[in-house]
């Protein structure tokens, strides 16, 4: 069975700090990583795509892939409150990502 | 459209009746997929569309669970015999092909009394 782990959390760090979320996938085949944002109530929505080892950067937001160790990652630099939801990571092989639970994300003043 | 709507956002039914959930993909995304989403757990699958067929219904839960896309747009999950079980937040989502990431609609929250 195709298992996408995440830390539940909460994650707790103050404004302007670096948050770190991590995530481990068991399928060795899976090709294309996801990470999501989703707000309190709301949908999920995309924020970063990797499909090749090493770093992908898009403004505050850095993706990390690593496919020997099964291990992805997202860093969001400069921290703001508004950055505070759960974020869903999602791994896949041809075209169905498995999604974890996701890590929720407080980011406090 | 310029997004994925769903509608209705919210359904309440009684235990056994049977509901339909409609899904609007962004106007020319050829993928779309069905989720359902249970508080604190992240989006389990149900189905996948490549245009009109279903190319992957793996997800589906037992024969309750239905879902069409006639004409390579518009979707709709059908579920027969609602159970309480059944109740979640259902979520479609839509790619321009396969393999991408996906833009979600807003969801369908199903309450099954």
């Known amino acids: 069975q195709k298992e996408v782990e995440q830390n539940s959390g909460p994650l707790s760090v103050p404004e302007g700090a670096i948050a770190s979320l991590n995530c481990t996938y068991s399928?060795?085949?899976?090709?294309?990583f996801f990470w999501y944002r989703q707000y309190s109530g709301k949908s999920p929505e995309l924020i970063m795509s990797i499909y090749s080892n090493g770093d992908k950067e898009d403004g505050r937001f850095t993706a990390q892939l690593n496919k020997a160790s099964q291990y992805v990652s997202l860093l969001i630099r400069d921290s703001q409150p508004s950055d505070s939801a759960t974020y869903l990571c999602?791994?896949?092989?041809?075209?169905?990502?498995?999604f974890g639970r996701g890590t929720s994300l407080i980011v406090h003043p | 459209g310029a997004g994925v709507s769903q509608t209705p956002s919210n359904k309440v039914t009684e235990k056994g009746k049977y509901v339909e959930l409609r899904c609007d993909p962004i106007s020319g995304h050829t993928a779309l997929y069905w989720y359902r989403q249970s508080l604190g757990q992240g989006p389990e699958f149900l189905i996948y569309f490549q245009g009109t067929g279903a190319a992957d219904d793996s997800g589906l839960p037992n024969d309750r669970f239905f879902a069409v896309r006639p004409e390579g747009s518009v979707s709709t999950l059908k579920i027969q015999r609602t159970e309480r079980g059944d109740s979640a937040v259902y979520l479609c989502a839509s790619s321009l092909t396969e393999g991408q990431g996906y833009t979600f609609g807003s969801g369908t929250r199903l309450t099954v009394v």
């Open positions: 399928d060795r085949g899976s090709q294309s």
């Open positions: 999602a791994a896949g092989g041809s075209y169905i990502p498995t």
